[in-house]
């Protein structure tokens, strides 16, 4: 099969969740074919790669490195460089607080208190249960809403810290809880 | 267009070759912008900002080495708003780096320190705030990493990458939490040659070769053990230079004295077996072209390679590891004295293996890891002790209390210590393929190899990659199969050099038999444990002293050296029998490079 644009079938929902360990290497490898004759692509590289695992383990980064050709040290360099490339298991939702000025001076500093206290998890950080993703927006261009919150895609406005249980309860988990993910081995 | 530019730097007019930075065109005007990053022809990416000059018509300042310098340009770099910019930026990385300078090995040959003294920095403005966590990374039998020392300049990012194109270390994450480290380990299990180039360019202590001065410096005061001290042929020609002579300063025999002064039992020449190398690496060549040339096997492999570099091997290891078995299996000259003085000498001293210490100098870091690796025990125990590298050795003769330049010449010990010129040139990239060429043909046609000065034209050099094809004439009757024969031969240093021309060989572009690399720009005169700094203006100095000595020697050539002939007789029998196979020649092993 020869894709189409790469980033655009990567972007389209790949049900990758549902694929083996060994599938999404294949998916990545179809992917990491077209680009290893167009030096540049890395970071579109990495942005597929995140796409089809969730996030960036390190024989996924070894293993873009392999089929780039590119060192691995200068990988890992872009990867860590980005802050929408994780490098740790991200959760299933992500919660996005806005601290730009107007949301901080409207009260954003307290939401994030409110949210780091229930959640148990600094910023840029993920829950045990595997749930959530906490993580700090500067701004989010929607100033007039202020303070903004970010759950995944949804935007919720004027946040008053006694609200946070419910955006939290919108995502909560499913009655079945999820096993941890097993950690990731690089396929050849 | 014309070919040069027209500009005001601090209200001085310059004319300047297009292409010509604001860097170089004030140095024209005998104007020296600080710089700290900035390592011509390593290093040229603006990072530090420390060269920062002020543009009329530009609203920010901009950095001078990577500025081009264009007609009509007004340049400021002693304007208030330039210096003041300057000091900040430099104190500020100051802020960051652990200023225990008393303990550190680069006190008084820091740039950082150099640089605080040309800006007039003599307080710290800034309240310490070091940011990210101190790490020392101790993995690697050749280097060690100290993050704490590290200024972030990445000149070392750039020698690895662009250069060596290893790219070990990269800088990774960002901000004040950024470092420079290898992708998920230590230095000691990434992908890393060990080379040494990242330690030659920094400009303070962040990476530096593993220290052997200490264990040297305890076993020379153990009565029980018998320490001998082998240098490589660079030495002669770099280690003055870490004692206030110029480069180029050829000094053999204060060398000599200056270790048997410091109390090792025995000073002998990795010269030695530099000859010994030749006697095995010649014939095995012949031994292989015999096979592929006279019987027509196709299976042998050719081009052969040389294995003197560990640098070199261990990159082959990584990215090339179908070509090792081209590799000669020769051992370097190091590991061969090595392996020969706890053999042959330590029986001829009564001695057993384990009561012997053998030291080496080396103008190399890769020689540390090449000393531990575990084929190298063919003696019983490790062949070679520890390895200290030219600036190493430089240390140890200043804490010596000795007047390096003013020492009196000695001569090296026997039996391992006379050599021929073709050793000497073991240090400059060519110089193994010539000192080959002038044995091998010597063999096999029983004349003289046919150049003046018995220098083969266009071999010896520090850049590119060099072509040379020798067509054996005339030959003895045992290398008839030989007659009319062109033997094609390459010769490059520096490891971006090999990549380009392993790819043109593993995709058959090109066809040799015999092909030298050594891993450093330059060969081992340009070794990652010289003294610094190592500019190619250096290196030439260097390479033409090394010349000097080979040609002052009265014999040029390895099989002429009567000490060679000794040990045939005495201890191994002939050149590649099966004793010198035991304990001269070794293996290679394939290696991931990711």
Not at chain 2, 274 to 282: M, P, R, V, Y
Not at chain 2, 389 to 410: H, V, Y
Not at chain 2, 419 to 446: K, P, Q, Y
Not at chain 2, 450 to 456: I, K, S, T
Request: charged share 25%; hydrophobic share 40%.
């Amino acid at each position: 099969m020869t894709p189409g644009n790469p980033l655009k079938i990567a972007a389209q929902g790949c049900h990758c969740e549902e694929l083996s360990e060994e599938q999404k290497f294949e998916r990545l490898d179809e992917i990491l074919a077209i680009y290893r004759e167009q030096p540049g692509s890395l970071i579109n590289c990495l942005y597929v790669a995140q796409t089809i695992f969730g996030h960036l383990p390190d024989p996924v980064l070894a293993h873009v490195a392999r089929r780039l050709g590119v060192p691995t040290a200068r990988v890992t360099g872009v990867a860590s460089f980005y802050s929408f490339f994780s490098r740790q298991p991200r959760g299933r939702h992500t919660i996005k607080v806005c601290l730009g000025t107007a949301c901080y001076v409207r009260g954003g500093r307290e939401i994030m208190e409110v949210l780091v206290r229930d959640l148990g998890i600094k910023a840029g950080e993920t829950t045990e249960d595997g749930q959530y993703t906490l993580e700090v927006v500067r701004c989010v261009g929607a100033c007039a809403l202020a303070p903004v919150v970010l759950g995944d895609d949804e935007t919720f406005r004027r946040v008053r810290p006694t609200k946070v249980s419910e955006i939290l309860a919108r995502f909560a988990p499913s009655a079945t809880p999820s096993a941890a993910p097993a950690p990731v081995k690089e396929v050849v | 267009m014309s070919d040069t530019v027209k500009l005001t730097i601090d209200h001085m007019d310059v004319e300047v070759p297009r292409g010509t930075t604001v860097l170089e065109a004030a140095r024209e005007l005998g104007l020296r912008i600080p710089t700290l990053c900035h390592l011509e022809g390593v290093h040229q990416q603006g990072v530090c900002r420390v060269c920062v000059v002020e543009l009329e018509g530009r609203p920010n300042l901009l950095a001078s080495c990577v500025l081009e310098a264009a007609n009509g340009m007004r340049v400021r770099t002693n304007s208030m708003r330039v210096l003041r910019a300057r000091n900040t930026v430099f104190e500020l990385m100051l802020s960051d780096h652990h200023k225990d300078c008393l303990g550190c090995d680069r006190n008084t040959d820091c740039e950082l320190q150099e640089l605080a003294m040309h800006l007039g920095v003599d307080a710290e403005r800034f309240a310490e705030d070091l940011a990210a966590p101190r790490m020392l990374d101790i993995s690697s039998q050749s280097l060690v990493r100290d993050s704490g020392k590290c200024i972030l300049c990445r000149r070392c990012v750039s020698v690895c990458e662009q250069v060596q194109t290893v790219g070990t270390i990269g800088v990774q994450e960002r901000g004040s939490a950024s470092s420079v480290a290898p992708a998920f380990v230590g230095l000691g299990d990434a992908v890393c040659v060990n080379c040494g180039q990242c330690a030659a360019v920094c400009p303070v202590n962040a990476i530096f070769e593993r220290d052997h001065v200490h264990p040297v410096e305890e076993a020379i005061i153990d009565p029980a053990k018998h320490v001998v001290v082998q240098t490589a042929p660079a030495i002669r020609a770099a280690i003055g230079e870490t004692q206030g002579m110029p480069a180029g300063s050829l000094v053999t025999g204060q060398l000599v004295t200056a270790l048997k002064m410091m109390g090792f039992d025995a000073v002998f020449d990795t010269n030695w077996s530099a000859d010994l190398t030749i006697l095995e690496e010649g014939m095995e060549l012949l031994a292989r072209l015999k096979r592929a040339v006279a019987d027509g096997d196709s299976s042998v492999a050719l081009p052969m390679m040389t294995s003197c570099s560990p640098g070199w091997v261990k990159f082959l290891e990584h990215f090339y590891p179908d070509l090792t078995d081209n590799l000669s299996t020769a051992k370097s000259p190091q590991q061969m004295l090595g392996t020969v003085i706890k053999t042959y000498y330590a029986q001829n001293l009564g001695l057993q293996p384990e009561d012997i210490v053998v030291v080496s100098v080396m103008p190399c870091t890769a020689k540390k890891f090449e000393a531990s690796r575990p084929e190298m025990t063919d003696s019983g125990v490790r062949d070679v002790d520890y390895v200290v590298t030219t600036r190493e050795l430089g240390r140890m003769i200043r804490k010596n209390g000795l007047d390096f330049a003013n020492l009196p010449a000695g001569e090296f010990d026997d039996p391992l210590g006379r050599s021929s010129g073709a050793a000497d040139i073991f240090a400059n990239s060519g110089g193994v393929m010539e000192a080959a060429l002038r044995t091998v043909h010597e063999v096999v046609t029983g004349r003289e190899l046919p150049f003046a000065n018995l220098h083969v034209t266009d071999l010896m050099d520090i850049e590119g990659v060099r072509e040379v094809a020798v067509t054996f004439e005339d030959v003895t009757e045992d290398y008839s199969w030989l007659e009319g024969v062109t033997a094609k031969l390459a010769v490059t240093s520096g490891l971006g050099n090999a990549r380009e021309l392993m790819d043109r060989v593993s995709s058959g572009q090109a066809e040799y038999h015999f092909i030298e690399v050594m891993g450093c720009p330059g060969g081992c005169i340009g070794g990652g444990g010289q003294p610094r700094p190592t500019t190619d203006a250096v290196r030439r100095q260097r390479f033409a002293a090394i010349c000097a000595e080979d040609e002052g020697k009265p014999l040029r050539k390895s099989h002429e050296n009567p000490l060679i002939d000794r040990i045939y007789a005495d201890f191994l029998g002939e050149p590649n029998s099966h004793k010198a196979h035991e304990l001269l020649h070794t293996h290679y092993v394939a290696r991931d490079a990711y």
